[in-house]
Structure formats: structure tokens, C-alpha cells
């Protein structure tokens, strides 16, 4: 099974590469969603900027109502942010909401600014905490344009309303939360894929992408994109082609894309075609550890990462943030994964997997995957393959638990993990 461990920073002694420099950062932005005719009070949003950040908001600015819909808009600063926060309200054009979600909304509050890339996770939080709060109980949706994500009333709640905006903690937001995945092929079937975030940009860094995937390490491509995407949006990059180690003994090494695509397979997603609508802005392949070939090197795509991944063979290394969000959401779902386990766990085709964190070594956490004999409340008794030795039986309690996945549990839940875990009867 595969191993992995803590997130440890690049050390490769060199300053940051301009080949990721990025002028300004893209705008942040979120919408919520409200009911009810009565007009949204403006001086909410004052006290909910102030509960969200944390502070109260400073120099106040009410901003020209250019169209008709706009009930109020102003903008404000907040201590420790370098750019201005713009708020406003305008009447909801029916049938706006994402996929009718939020029909019946008659207002909807805005809010947008540049992130403050010191901090973007916080700082995210905070952003559509404030829109969410000013609406209250009449906030139906709080919604992320550019990401297309939309969260109802419980999720936005769970999300961006339980933090501490005083100690910077918020239990269940990591970096995910701050872009996407997108996977492009010509055949989605039979592939190659073209993978790659949507969303860095606007923490001001390049966006990520590995070209010409095959289908059978697709799941492998994507758990490393997660992996990196997540590390960097608070983390320099390394230098253009200089290797770097995305988990124990997994070297690869970040070009820029425009390099890569030169020698992208004819007709393959990812060629110049599927870039005419990208915004502008560095963009960073994800390849092997240094060109390939003799006659002419090119940059060629992680392969041997990606099968050691996909065989289990290696693990990757985690933010720290994502890391603790995971285990929180793992245990907090854990009855899910007892209840499963007690109906279908003497099942030969079902695989019930339990990540669990090993003592600290030097200051590190080694994390490790089992497959369950036994669940209870408490935690459990599985087995840890290893290639060099015999299955080694491993008693875990539930405060060492991290992840969890239940493979095959039925044809309409092929896979099953923390996030999906109320899908189970």
C-alpha cells in the first residue's frame, strides 16, 4: 500500500523564478443568494465584514449606481489587506441562480477584491463569510463564479460560518477550496487527457496542468495535481525544470507550458486550439525529472510518478491544511465507514481502506493505508501490505485515522470516502 507522509517544503537554495511571475492576481469574487422583498440592510455588511475579518472595516466608500438593479454599493478596507473590498447589492434577475438552485432569490450581494496571496485561504473565508452573514437567514446559496461551485444553506454554514476569525482557524476550508480540476480529452474513453487547475491564478500563481495522460493513470494525475496545486498556493514554486520531490522518492519538475506543447502528439488535448479562450497569465506543466531523448530532449509527462501512484507504490506529500481538514471530515464520518463495514465487510469484492498516521519520527508523520478486518467507535484492526515483507497486522485508534475509502461497496457507489459518507444507507 502506499505511504505518505506530511508535507516538507522544497530546499533547492534558489530565489523565486520569473517564469511564474505574475503581475496582479486575478479578482476573487462570491455572490449570495437571498429571499424575501425587503431590501438588505447595508449596515449588516458592515457588522458582518467586522465578524468575519475579525476587525472592523475602515475607510468607507460609497460607489457610483451605475445600473438601475443596484440597491447600494461601497467599498472599505480592512487592516492587513493591501487591496480595497467592493460590496454591493442588486436585484435578482430570475432564473440567474446557478442551475435554479436559488429560484425564488429577489436580491443578491456581491462581493470582489484582489486576494491577499499571504494569506488566501483565510482571507477566502473571510470574503464569503461576509456576504453569506450579511444576508442571514434569508442567504439561500453562496456561490464562486469563477470555480462554477455553489454551496446551499448547511454546506456554506459548515464551511464559512464556524471558523474563528480571530485565531485564523476555520475547521473544515482548506486550499481545495480555493480552484479546480478540469480533465479535457478527444476521447474520454480511450484518452489521452489533458489535466489542469482552474483558480491559482487568482492567488497570483501560475496555473497548474499535465498533458497526454493516459486513462489508465488518470486518478493518479489527478491525486498528484491536488497534491501540488494545494502545496503551492501558499508555497514558491521551484525554478522552471528544476527537479523537486512531489512525495518520498517522486522526482518531477515544473516547465513552463509553452515549452511543452511544442512537442505535444498531433491532435492531443492541450494543443494551441484548446488555449485560445485561457486567460493570460504563466501556466505550469507538470513532467518528468528532466528531458527525454537523444536525438532531440523534450519534456515529457511524469509517467513513472504516475504508475508508482497508481500502483500504490509511493504516497505524496500534503499540505499540512488539507492534511487536518481531511482527518477532521474522516473522523467526523467515521460511523459511515462502521456501519458499511458491519454489512458488507465479509464481502470478497468490497475494500474497506483506512489511512492512519503513524507515531512522529524526526519531527514527521508517516501516514499509512490498511485494509480493515475489523471497525468499531474506537477505531480498528487492518492490515498494511508492504512489498519488502509479509502483511503486518495494525491496531489504530480513531484519533489516528486520516482517510478512508470503501472500493465496490455497489454499482451506484463504486467508491466511497469522508465526502460522500451520508450516500451510504
Known amino acids: 500500500m502506499s505511504m505518505s507522509r506530511d508535507h516538507m517544503p522544497i530546499q533547492i537554495g534558489l530565489p ?3 517564469a511564474w511571475e505574475v503581475a496582479e492576481p486575478e479578482p476573487i469574487s462570491y455572490l ?16 458582518a465584514a467586522g465578524e468575519s475579518f475579525g476587525v472592523a472595516p475602515q475607510d468607507v466608500q460609497p460607489l457610483p449606481l451605475d445600473e438601475e438593479r443596484v440597491a447600494w454599493a461601497f467599498s472599505f478596507t480592512v487592516p492587513r489587506r493591501a487591496a480595497r473590498i467592493m460590496l454591493w447589492c442588486e436585484r435578482a434577475v ?26 488566501p485561504v483565510d482571507d477566502a473565508v473571510a470574503l464569503a463569510a461576509t456576504v453569506a452573514r450579511t444576508g442571514g437567514q ?31 482557524e476555520t475547521a473544515l ?48 494525475a489527478l491525486e498528484l495535481m491536488d497534491a501540488l496545486a494545494a502545496r503551492f498556493l501558499t508555497e514558491s514554486l521551484p525554478h522552471a525544470g528544476v527537479p523537486f520531490e512531489a512525495g518520498p522518492e517522486l522526482s518531477i519538475a515544473l516547465v513552463p507550458a509553452h515549452e511543452v506543447i511544442e512537442t505535444l502528439s498531433l491532435g492531443a488535448a492541450g494543443d494551441a486550439s484548446d488555449r485560445r479562450g485561457l486567460p493570460r497569465g ?22 513513472e510518478v504516475l504508475v508508482q501512484l497508481a500502483r500504490q507504490e509511493r504516497g505524496l506529500y ?12 474522516a473522523r467526523h464520518s467515521w460511523g459511515a465507514f462502521v456501519r458499511a463495514h458491519a454489512s458488507r465487510g465479509h464481502d470478497a469484492g468490497v475494500a474497506f481502506l483506512v489511512k492512519i498516521a503513524s507515531e512522529e519520527r524526526d519531527g514527521e508523520r ?44 455497489s454499482a451506484e457507489l463504486p467508491e466511497v470516502g469522508p465526502e460522500s459518507a451520508d450516500r451510504i444507507p
Not at 32 to 47: K, M, N, Q, T, Y
Not at 186 to 213: H, N, Q
Not at 323 to 328: D, I, K, L, T, W
Open 16 to 18: 523565486s523564478e520569473v
Open 32 to 47: 449570495a443568494f437571498l429571499d424575501g422583498e425587503e431590501l438588505p440592510d447595508p449596515g449588516s455588511a458592515f457588522i
Open 94 to 119: 430570475e432564473g440567474a441562480s446557478p442551475d435554479g438552485q436559488a429560484r425564488d432569490a429577489r436580491w443578491v450581494l456581491f462581493i470582489e477584491t484582489l486576494l491577499d496571496t499571504q494569506r
Open 138 to 168: 434569508r442567504t439561500r446559496l453562496l456561490f464562486d463564479p469563477a470555480l462554477g461551485v455553489a454551496w446551499n444553506r448547511g454546506e456554506f454554514s459548515a464551511l464559512f460560518l464556524t471558523g474563528d476569525a480571530a485565531k485564523d
Open 173 to 220: 476550508v482548506d486550499e481545495r477550496h480555493l480552484y479546480r480540476v478540469e480533465v479535457v480529452a478527444r476521447d474520454r474513453a480511450k484518452g489521452p487527457f489533458w489535466i489542469s487547475t482552474v483558480g491559482m491564478a487568482r492567488a497570483g500563481k501560475p496555473e497548474l496542468e499535465i498533458l497526454e495522460v493516459p486513462v489508465s493513470e488518470v486518478r493518479a
Open 282 to 303: 504563466p501556466r505550469a506543466a507538470i513532467c518528468a525529472a528532466g528531458r527525454r531523448g537523444s536525438f532531440r530532449s523534450i519534456w515529457t509527462a511524469p509517467s
Open 318 to 329: 500534503i499540505a499540512p491544511r488539507v492534511s487536518a481538514v481531511r482527518e477532521r471530515v
Open 366 to 409: 508517516e501516514h499509512l493505508w490498511i485494509s480493515a478486518q475489523h471497525a468499531d467507535g474506537r477505531g480498528g484492526r487492518g492490515l498494511l501490505a508492504r512489498s519488502e515483507s509479509a502483511a503486518v497486522v495494525v491496531d489504530f485508534t480513531l484519533e489516528q485515522v486520516g482517510d478512508w475509502r470503501v472500493v465496490g461497496f
